[in-house]
């Protein structure tokens, strides 16, 4: 085994939680090295965008239809922004505030950070091509680096590209060792955001998985490591178009042209960090090459009529609280929902299925079932798990029935004695198929996993708001109880994130104001 492979393996037996061993973190909130939340390059020039808020946008329910493209303009890419990675109110309690975003975070932290790369399209560009950074909290652009390039003579017309990258500080200084598993689902969180931005606009998004992270880092400047006193790392690069994009393009030529010193440097986010080895040690460890996946159809769905799509995006919130009293919802809510994630949202294989606690769905017995997302791991599955399971298909396809029984304390104590996880109509957990790809793709694949994760998470929060439900993501759990449960007893297949589903407490001491002033 080679020895990023070695570290993966490492890094994720060591930062499991178990009932009398928690992962190491600092074990109290240091708030004097609390991370600023907001990336801004001093130095850099700044172009405002326009907000989009007063932009209609198509319903929600009509999100997966082949919908007009929108012109690319500044207009529309402000948009895409706005309704993927903007902010979407702020919240005041107790003289203190705070800003929520479209895309959820782990502990609201926010460690993804945005780059837009245009072609001459904006007069502000002086005809140059331009490598920006994205600042949420004032909806702007810094401007990085101008240069000319051809690069743009292989795509269609108007294509231009983003990039995501993650300063795990940000979830270390709360989190600790665990913290690189967040950070890789607020990735996945921050990818379907752009994905369902996106389809608002009627453009297609492509993850490039032939990019290598050097070249990523050098794209946005990253590799430049005298401008940052935090490490920021890269993590994907997507081509934005009003086409479908080849995957595997090369952007070698792009990188070529891109200037040896961007402009600005970036803010110090905290005046001192703790140090945990083990966070560098993971990061380098992941950075080997992508190796390129099975491609498979992406995911549509014809969902129940629902409100304007922004209006989904801007009110998705992550609740604390469930309203146990209230939250069944019924068999066609649950079968949606599922619905939305079954295929694949990047039309590239799946590596997640859904191990589902079942507590209140009408027609539906209590207990725990399996969605299966990949037919490929289907028998695999039922030779590694309990042989007492039943596996009886039910009305929803590859949704089956493995126990009927309540589960509702065991949901509550694999979720770190979590309520929230019982109090919901239902609770899951992301089963990844897991040492088999790491030695087919390599170690860059376990971000992956937690990318695919993450981008199921942000689609789960879209569809329970979509009807007036409420969504949370789980981080802390105890891996191997819940793999105790499925009767798993090696690495093959992992539990990699956990999500609960049902009607949510809203605290009416909480005041929520617009995220920008108009």
Not at 392 to 415: G, H, R, V
Not at 473 to 499: A, E, P, S, W
Request: with cysteine; aromatic share 10%.
């Amino acid at each position: 085994m080679n020895k990023s492979l070695q570290m993966v393996y490492n890094y994720h037996e060591t930062t499991k939680h178990a009932q009398h061993r928690y992962a190491k973190s600092l074990g109290f909130m240091d708030w004097a090295t609390q991370p600023d939340p907001f990336r801004v390059y001093n130095g850099a020039e700044v172009l405002k965008l326009p907000l989009a808020i007063e932009n209609k946008t198509p319903p929600y329910h009509l999100l997966d239809a082949q919908l007009p493209s929108a012109p690319i303009v500044k207009e529309s890419i402000s948009q895409l922004l706005q309704f993927s990675m903007g902010l979407a109110a702020y919240k005041e309690s107790g003289g203190s505030s705070w800003a929520v975003r479209c895309n959820a975070s782990s502990g609201n932290l926010h460690p993804t950070e945005v780059y837009v790369i245009l072609p001459p399209l904006l007069k502000e560009q002086n005809k140059k091509s331009c490598t920006f950074h994205y600042t949420p909290k004032e909806h702007a652009l810094e401007t990085l680096a101008s240069f000319d390039t051809s690069f743009w003579d292989k795509l269609p017309e108007h294509s231009f590209l983003v990039g995501l990258s993650s300063i795990s500080w940000r979830e270390v200084w709360k989190y600790g060792e665990r913290a690189f598993r967040y950070t890789q689902l607020d990735a996945g969180h921050a990818w379907q955001s752009f994905v369902v931005s996106a389809k608002m606009l009627g453009w297609k998004i492509t993850r490039l998985d032939s990019v290598s992270d050097s070249d990523i880092s050098t794209l946005l400047g990253l590799s430049q490591e005298k401008r940052f006193f935090e490490s920021e790392k890269p993590d994907m690069l997507f081509v934005i178009s009003t086409q479908e994009v080849n995957p595997s393009i090369s952007i070698d030529g792009l990188i070529e042209s891109v200037p040896l010193k961007f402009e600005g440097i970036a803010n110090k986010l905290s005046p001192t960090m703790q140090k945990w080895d083990i966070i560098p040690a993971i990061e380098d460890a992941t950075s080997t090459p992508h190796i390129a996946q099975q491609t498979t159809p992406k995911s549509s769905l014809i969902r129940t009529p629902s409100r304007e799509s922004k209006d989904v995006v801007l009110s998705r919130r992550s609740v604390h609280m469930m309203q146990k009293d209230i939250s069944t919802i019924t068999k066609e809510q649950f079968h949606i929902i599922l619905k939305s994630v079954v295929s694949s949202q990047d039309a590239k294989e799946n590596s997640a299925h859904l191990a589902i606690f079942v507590h209140q769905i009408e027609d539906y017995e209590s207990g725990l079932y399996i969605l299966i997302r990949n037919e490929r791991d289907k028998e695999e599955l039922r030779r590694q798990m309990h042989d007492e399971f039943k596996w009886n298909q039910t009305e929803l396809e590859n949704l089956y029935c493995l126990q009927t029984e309540d589960f509702t304390m065991t949901s509550k104590a694999i979720s770190c004695s979590q309520n929230i996880a019982s109090d919901g109509a239902f609770s899951l957990g992301m089963l990844c198929n897991f040492s088999q790809q790491l030695q087919e793709y390599g170690a860059h694949r376990y971000k992956e996993l937690y990318w695919e994760c993450g981008a199921i998470g942000q689609q789960l929060y879209l569809e329970a708001t979509s009807m007036g439900l409420s969504g949370t993501g789980i981080g802390c759990f105890l891996d191997d109880d819940m793999h105790r449960v499925l009767g798993l007893k090696n690495n093959r297949f992992q539990i990699l994130y956990h999500f609960t589903v049902g009607r949510g407490y809203v605290d009416s001491r909480i005041m929520t104001k617009p995220a920008y002033e108009s």
